[in-house]
């Protein structure tokens, strides 16, 4: 099995877990993505993930080239500390639904200076944040008091501000937040789903009975191999949260069932049995 298919299935033990559902058998497959024998029944399963709609790249596509840029960005500073212990955790607060640009790979070996620079005047223990430029001005203009305390740096536009903390003898870690407006899921995320897996259901096997599971709010962190490398990169998605449920309904859904599943314990059931 590979890794995708072990993330699917940790997540669909956690729905059957959060709807209070005990499989009596769980085979992973391709179409449809697991099939699960449930009270006798066979039950064949369609897992996707809700995400925001963006207008050039994909929500988790921009929040993968962000975690990217940062693990790159990591070893940068790593290869620059006098002590590969040196302690510093660099903290990114990210623009949701910012890409990384050309120019932002560009520029990362400015940008670990800069960490690099301020993380070699801070005490053991002690922290700093640096805001670009941008939300430097915007703090300003705010009136915020903090703002003329805080320094400020050229930074991508895909990053708010890099707080750094010094903090014992460790490797260099990198932590992330991501955040705004959350929305709400409505018909705008869900009737795309349905019109994708409405589809993909026609080439089902036919089993006793079809589920969809629609999966948010995941949280994301990222892959690492313990035997080669310590856990050094943790990083929070965005791009699946929602607001409140707020669907048309009977919802248009070829499944069986439909479920929303708001990772880790909250099922809201979409459509009921027709039979």
């Not at 956690?14 to 005990?22: I, K, L, M, Q, T």
């Not at 499989?23 to 449930?38: L, N, R």
């Not at 500390?81 to 040196?86: N, P, T, W």
Request: aromatic share 8%; proline share 5%.
């Amino acid at each position: 099995m590979n890794k995708a298919k072990e993330t699917e299935i940790r997540y669909l033990i956690d729905f059957f877990r959060a709807a209070a559902v005990v499989p009596e058998k769980i085979e992973p497959s391709e179409c449809p993505d697991f099939i699960a024998v449930i009270d006798g029944e066979t039950i064949g399963i369609e897992l996707t993930t809700a995400r925001h709609a963006t207008e050039k790249f994909a929500a988790l596509q921009i929040e993968r080239a962000q975690s990217e840029y940062a693990k790159e960005l990591r070893k940068c500073v790593e290869d620059r500390a006098k002590d590969s212990e040196d302690g510093v955790i660099i903290g990114i607060g990210f623009e949701d639904g910012v890409p990384v640009s050309s120019e932002d790979k560009a520029a990362l070996e400015h940008v670990a200076d800069t960490i690099s620079n301020a993380s070699a005047n801070l005490p053991n223990s002690g922290t700093v944040t640096i805001w670009s430029e941008k939300w430097a001005r915007i703090r300003e203009d705010a009136g915020m008091k903090s703002a003329r305390l805080e320094p400020s740096a050229p930074l991508p536009d895909f990053i708010q501000n890099l707080c750094l903390y010094m903090d014992g003898k460790h490797d260099i870690k990198v932590t992330g937040s991501r955040g705004g407006i959350t929305p709400n899921f409505d018909d705008s995320v869900l009737l795309p789903i349905l019109n994708s897996k409405n589809d993909r259901l026609k080439k089902y096997t036919v089993y006793d009975r079809s589920w969809l599971v629609i999966v948010s709010g995941l949280a994301k962190f990222e892959d690492h191999n313990p035997e080669e490398e310590s856990a050094n990169v943790a990083l929070s998605s965005f791009a699946t949260v929602f607001g409140r449920v707020n669907v048309t309904q009977p919802i248009p859904s070829d499944f069986d069932e439909t479920f929303l599943f708001k990772w880790p314990t909250q099922v809201t059931h979409l459509s009921h049995d027709r039979n």
